[in-house]
């Protein structure tokens, strides 16, 4: 394999060190120059991750352009050997049609409206926390929290009992556990979302209310329809919806109908149940007993179906998209020529013939009678390779 060439490399401001240098080490390490566009929200982060690399590359490997969307839509025009994007769908699809008019091959990682599906025989605590982190984590803003969880009745109520005391147990503010939603887009979006599930009579458990510098208290709903916006829109923001079911098995459909599919998880003590449901789920990432983290984890691939991209990052599956094949024969044979070469000899002539009948008797009788061409052939090759003396041409 070798390098593509350029790789043009557009990513968001949510984790604007971690999902950069998911590509960025791989693809210079593969012998790429990288064409950077960082998030216009994060020029710090940008700037510290220029300053790890730079001092380790010749110049021009890695060029870093700063700006807004006008300078994403340049990049993704530029006709890079490959482009490289983590971002929205809107973003992501307008990224695949600039692409597609120079014809450079897209890696997709998009959003994600990740679903946990909680079993009557799960350990309640370390299932509460596992969620609790996963759809709070980075204040929601990861395209792998868990926005929406179903839960078997049984357990519905103790989760919830306990999904609310550790929702109200993280700090909020500067100094808090809880981070601020980043830009005044994303808190209009979890606003109108949290509105939407209000208005559709939505029980909201805990949290709810805007705080100074654009945080929202971690916010729990229940009795929501289907069709709540929070329910289908990725949210990107600290709102958890909890749905409960009579039966896990009933959850897998509803988790499935969803426009995403980027992580699932299932958490039960019954591993073998757990895999079975895990398997069903329409996810690029299966867990089961713990969410998300695996998009840390360097030898594992990250990857989507449906509305959540057709791209993978982490893991030698990665490479495919960072370097191309390439094929070098080298030809050590003496004789004059091959068999297939002109001129044909009369037994080359014959074997053809044979072979197309074969061919055209049947694929099974061809296949059959295969062991015996092949006999035929290594006897014949000199034959077929045509002689260097005239009295051998026969």
């Known amino acids: 394999r070798l390098p593509v060439g350029v790789v043009g490399l557009i990513t968001p401001w949510n984790l604007p060190i971690a999902i950069p240098l998911r590509t960025l080490v791989p693809a210079l390490l593969a012998g790429n120059a990288v064409l950077w566009k960082p998030s216009e929200h994060t020029p710090h982060a940008s700037a510290f991750v220029r300053s790890l690399l730079e001092p380790l590359l010749p110049d021009g490997l890695l060029v870093v352009l700063e700006g807004g969307p006008e300078v994403g839509a340049a990049v993704a025009s530029a006709g890079c050997d490959r482009l490289v994007f983590t971002g929205s769908v809107r973003a992501g699809r307008a990224v695949a049609e600039a692409a597609a008019r120079t014809l450079t091959p897209v890696s997709l990682e998009l959003g994600g409206k990740d679903a946990a599906i909680v079993c009557a025989d799960c350990d309640l605590e370390r299932t509460a926390r596992g969620i609790v982190w996963a759809a709070f984590f980075n204040g929601g803003q990861n395209c792998a929290a868990i926005e929406r969880v179903y839960v ?32 005044e887009a994303q808190r209009q979006t979890v606003r109108r979302h949290l509105e939407d599930a209000r208005a559709r009579g939505a029980r909201i458990l805990c949290g709810g209310t805007f705080r100074e510098g654009g945080y929202l208290e ?111 024969l080298l030809d050590r044979a003496r004789e004059p ?58």
């Open 152 to 183: 078997e009745r049984a357990v519905a109520r103790p989760l919830l009992d306990l999904l609310v005391d550790l929702a109200r147990a993280i700090r909020v503010g500067p100094d808090g556990e809880l981070t601020p939603l980043a830009t």
């Open 218 to 328: 971690p916010t729990i709903l229940t009795d929501l329809p289907e069709d709540a916006l929070v329910m289908t829109e990725e949210s990107f923001g600290p709102l958890l919806p909890v749905v409960a079911v009579e039966r896990a098995e009933d959850a897998i459909a509803r988790a499935n109908a969803s426009d995403y599919g980027l992580n699932g998880s299932i958490w039960s003590r019954d591993l073998a149940r757990a895999r079975r449901l895990a398997l069903q789920l329409e996810v690029g990432v299966a867990l089961v007993n713990n969410h998300a983290f695996t998009g840390a984890v360097p030898q594992l691939p990250w990857s989507g179906v449906k509305r959540s991209g057709s791209g993978v990052t982490s893991s030698e599956l990665a490479l495919e998209h960072l370097t191309r094949p390439h094929v070098l």
């Open 337 to 394: 020529g091959d068999p297939w070469w002109f001129p044909y000899t009369e037994t080359a002539r014959r074997l053809l013939r044979r072979a197309i009948a074969l061919g055209a008797d049947s694929a099974l009788r061809a296949v059959g009678q295969l062991p015996g061409l092949l006999r035929l052939v290594s006897r014949r090759r000199r034959e077929l390779r045509g002689a260097s003396h005239p009295e051998d041409r026969r």
